[in-house]
């Protein structure tokens, strides 16, 4: 079975700051890896996504991710958050059988 | 890109009645279709994954005769949470899936999400 972890339910952090919201994950067979972003009462929106291939991942509004299978983990990162990036961010993984199996999710909170 | 809608997106019941919530792929075609329920500041759950033209699928521990899933088109599929309580009161998010080719010559797959329902039965 294949479980996700987001250590950090809540992450406060000043407009302009570098970020980072943690993600590891556990499973016996090969994984792609995700990352969304969830504002105020609407779904979810793809940022990034591991399959295969070079280990870090770009994605949409300057986010990147780094896949690091020795520690499991797929930290999502951005070096200078915006107001407009406060919202929920869930990891996620699949192993190929396209169920979507989430984290808790990690509530990024940006401060002016 | 993919559009997934959902209707409507707000609802209030009364105990005891049926609601049906709608989700469709705007400009492309979902043979899968996958039903989330979501409770407040809490994560995804799948409830179960709607196949086009046969039976949904149900993860452990929801009752299928309490949220009827039917897949009936390539761009529809629909949950019916019938004779709902207020612990039915929650968001519910759908999602399409859609095969995507990658560089490296395989595929992948990938669930496009609708801006969910929010259900409040009072």
């Known amino acids: 079975a294949q479980s996700v972890t987001q250590l950090d339910s809540q992450v406060p952090v000043f407009e302009e700051a570098p970020v980072e919201l943690r993600c590891n994950y556990s499973?016996?067979?090969?994984?792609?890896l995700f990352w969304y972003v969830q504002y105020p009462n609407q779904g979810l929106q793809l940022l990034l996504k591991?399959?295969?291939?070079?280990?870090l991942v770009k994605g949409i509004n300057g986010f990147e991710a780094e896949f690091n299978k020795s520690q499991t983990s797929f930290h999502l990162r951005k070096p200078s958050v915006h107001i407009s990036d406060t919202a929920e961010y869930f990891c996620?993984?699949?192993?190929?059988?396209?169920?979507?199996?989430f984290g808790t999710g990690t509530r990024l909170q940006v401060f002016p | 890109g993919a559009v997934v809608s959902q209707h409507p997106s707000r609802v209030i019941c009364k105990s005891g009645t049926s609601v049906k919530i709608e989700c469709r792929s705007l400009?492309?075609?979902?043979?899968?279709m996958f039903w989330y329920r979501q409770f407040p500041k809490q994560s995804l759950m799948l409830m179960a994954t709607?196949?086009?033209?046969?039976?949904?699928?149900?993860e452990q521990g929801v009752e299928k005769d309490k949220f009827l899933i039917n897949h009936a088109s390539l761009t529809l599929s629909t949950l019916t949470v019938t004779s709902a309580h207020p612990e039915d009161s929650s968001f519910y998010i759908c999602?399409?899936?859609?095969?995507?080719?990658?560089?490296?010559?395989?595929?992948?797959?990938?669930?496009?999400f609708g801006p969910g329902t929010r259900l409040t039965v009072t």
């Open positions: 999602s399409a899936r859609v095969r995507q080719g990658e560089p490296s010559g395989g595929f992948s797959y990938e669930q496009y």
């Open positions: 499973s016996s067979v090969s994984v792609y």
């Open positions: 591991y399959l295969s291939g070079s280990t």
């Open positions: 996620a993984v699949t192993p190929y059988t396209d169920k979507l199996i």
């Open positions: 400009d492309f075609q979902a043979t899968t």
């Open positions: 709607s196949n086009e033209g046969s039976k949904a699928t149900y």
